[in-house]
């Protein structure tokens, strides 16, 4: 299930840098935001993080009786 304070994956629409790095983001790149906190993270720091969300999340769902364990 999704929730509004998710994390996501995202465009860039404006210049930005990456809060944990302060790698440059110029428009049009890929990059992974946390709304709740308003953190924009780089793709390479980025991506572990919300990959390990991603596995939580669907932990939770099957634990739950709404997702497919395989």
């Known amino acids: 299930m999704r929730?509004?304070?998710?994390?996501r994956q995202i465009v860039v629409r404006y210049p930005s840098c990456c809060a944990k790095c302060q790698?440059?983001?110029?428009?049009?790149?890929v990059a992974y935001y946390w709304p709740r906190t308003q953190t924009l993270l780089c793709d390479g720091c980025g991506e572990p993080e919300y990959r390990s969300?991603?596995?939580?999340a669907a932990d939770e769902d099957?634990?739950?009786g709404n997702g497919n364990p395989y």
């Open 53 to 56: 969300f991603l596995s939580a």
């Open 3 to 7: 929730y509004k304070d998710d994390p």
């Open 62 to 64: 099957v634990y739950a």
């Open 23 to 29: 790698t440059r983001l110029p428009k049009g790149t």
